[in-house]
């Protein structure tokens, strides 16, 4: 993407359609995982790092939760960063930082790894906000494509970070610190691919405003050049005032919380319904894996018209996992893992083609991203401590998972009303 407005790249398109598709696709499918990877692989290596350094489990929290909040205070500024240095420039800054952040992090010192741990939670959230108006500014046939493999890389990261690490690190004889840096071959993949996608693929939409786009190759919903769309301008007081986004917001915040508490929670409730912990971190890793090829397959059934049916319908599945569990207790550990795999994984790909969908332009893309990923992380932060605090309030865990019941069933309200935006 060139970051001169409605300026043709300067290399051109690749020669052949087949490589240009496979170049978009590994360059979004590295970047998805940069997003994950670098956060998730410091779950498993948790106990090797306090008994290496001291620090107990406030510290610990300190470095999990800074990554989320600090996507609070980079979502409003994404936006603003993309329109003065342009999508493609924000992007590749913000994957150079993640490379140098998991460089310093790894390095001995707690400044070093409160330092890197900063730049990484900065980074990731800028590109987390502009990856789906990156994907709007391609044409209207790569857009489906591109949401998916995205999507996917987002439970395929954590799925990789989980199983690996840990093997990985000791198959190469490695201290916790060590085995994080491995994680840099993705980081790094993704730079070096997004600097051939973005200077030889894409077709100069960078920096274009709402005028600029061209009507056939616009976001479906939006209205055609000239004509009156109800949703007022692309800045930020016309996104925040416009309750659809907030729709988008609550049905993409929802997937967030649905994700982190199962990833929190789960594990102990299947232990305590007589689990072993290694069986129970077992099942929620496969959910992970579970939802890899639904994430891929679900914005091409949104494309096929299936629009009105999967976004209701697929928070349904989790319902149904969650008061199986609830009624069958963990005997039924293996279907429940795959009802909230195939949840996970078409809420994911339904959220995020709706966000890129609802767009008029890329620039309106990236200021409803920066709304619908700051009330996602703050409902993936509210998530567990909820169930954590029913948990130990109620003795048991029917009453945290009974709520976690009916927030998913809200969800599939909120999906009635998003699936007609």
């Not at 840099?184 to 693929?201: D, K």
């Not at 048991?396 to 007609?420: E, K």
Request: net charge neutral; with cysteine; charged share 10%.
């Amino acid at each position: 993407m060139s970051d001169a407005p409605d300026s043709p790249s300067p290399r051109g398109r690749l020669p052949h359609p087949l490589a240009a598709l496979i170049l978009a696709m590994a360059a979004i499918l590295l970047v998805g995982l940069s997003l994950r990877i670098p956060t998730i692989s410091l779950s498993p290596l948790v106990p090797a790092m306090m008994d290496d350094t001291g620090h107990g489990e406030t510290f610990v929290s300190l470095l999990t939760s800074v990554p989320l909040a600090l996507t609070l205070l980079a979502a409003p500024i994404a936006p603003v960063l993309a329109n003065r240095l342009g999508r493609s420039r924000t992007v590749s800054l913000s994957l150079l930082a993640i490379v140098a952040g998991t460089v310093i992090r790894s390095i001995p010192g707690e400044a070093p790894l409160l330092i890197g741990t900063g730049m990484l939670g900065f980074s990731i959230a800028i590109v987390t906000v502009l990856a789906p108006s990156i994907i709007s500014a391609e044409r209207t046939t790569l857009r489906s494509r591109l949401t998916g493999v995205y999507s996917m890389s987002l439970s395929l990261g954590p799925a990789l970070a989980l199983a690996l690490t840990v093997p990985v690190g000791e198959f190469l004889d490695l201290e916790w610190r060590g085995t994080l840096l491995i994680w840099i071959v993705v980081s790094a993949g993704a730079l070096v691919l997004w600097w051939f996608y973005s200077r030889t693929y894409a077709e100069g939409t960078e920096g274009t405003t709402d005028e600029s786009v061209d009507p056939a190759n616009e976001p479906r919903g939006s209205n055609p050049r000239g004509g009156h769309d109800p949703r007022g301008g692309h800045g930020a007081k016309a996104v925040l005032g416009d309750v659809d986004v907030w729709m988008l917001a609550l049905f993409l915040g929802v997937t967030s919380l649905m994700f982190y508490t199962t990833s929190a929670w789960l594990p102990t409730v299947f232990v305590g319904d007589g689990m072993s912990a290694q069986v129970a971190g077992g099942f929620v890793s496969l959910i992970n894996v579970i939802a890899i090829p639904f994430g891929l397959i679900a914005p091409a059934l949104l494309g096929r018209g299936a629009s009105r049916i999967l976004a209701p319908f697929a928070p349904l599945l989790a319902v149904g996992g969650v008061v199986l569990l609830l009624i069958a207790g963990s005997q039924t550990a293996l279907i429940v893992t795959i009802l909230l795999g195939v949840a996970q994984g078409l809420c994911l790909g339904v959220s995020y083609d709706q966000i890129i969908g609802y767009g008029r332009s890329p620039a309106h893309t990236a200021s409803v991203s920066a709304v619908t990923s700051a009330v996602g992380v703050a409902l993936a932060a509210l998530g567990p401590f909820a169930f954590g605090l029913g948990l130990e309030v109620a003795g048991s865990a029917a009453v945290p998972l009974l709520g976690l019941a009916l927030v998913a069933a809200a969800q599939s309200v909120i999906g009635l009303r998003t699936s007609r935006l």
